[in-house]
């Protein structure tokens, strides 16, 4: 019985941790650029669209598509770079645990 405390105190712990690191992530961000870096886009750790800067230079009234292929591919890449940041941060949580859709 002493060991089942144990261990469910432990679990207690390492749940308060990774609430904490889901927290921090809502302030961490990361960046990606398309076409040369005419598009950036910079989301948030939670999966958040922070930010969409487009150089002038890329806008094309003839040519909207590209402009939109170019946002597209940039906010996919930075949804992409979240996800590895969330493996990073609470993936340290999670290893040899065979839980599907934990995150």
Known sequence: MKNMGNMMKQMQKMQKQMQKAQEELKDKTVEATAGGGAVKVTAAGDKRIVDIEIDEDV??????????DLVLAAT?????KVDELVEQDLGKFTKGMNIPGMF
Not at 76 to 80: D, F, G, Q, T
Request: proline share 7%.
């Open 76 to 80: 996919n890449e930075a949804l992409k």
């Open 59 to 68: 806008v094309d009234p003839e040519d909207v598509e590209m402009l939109q």
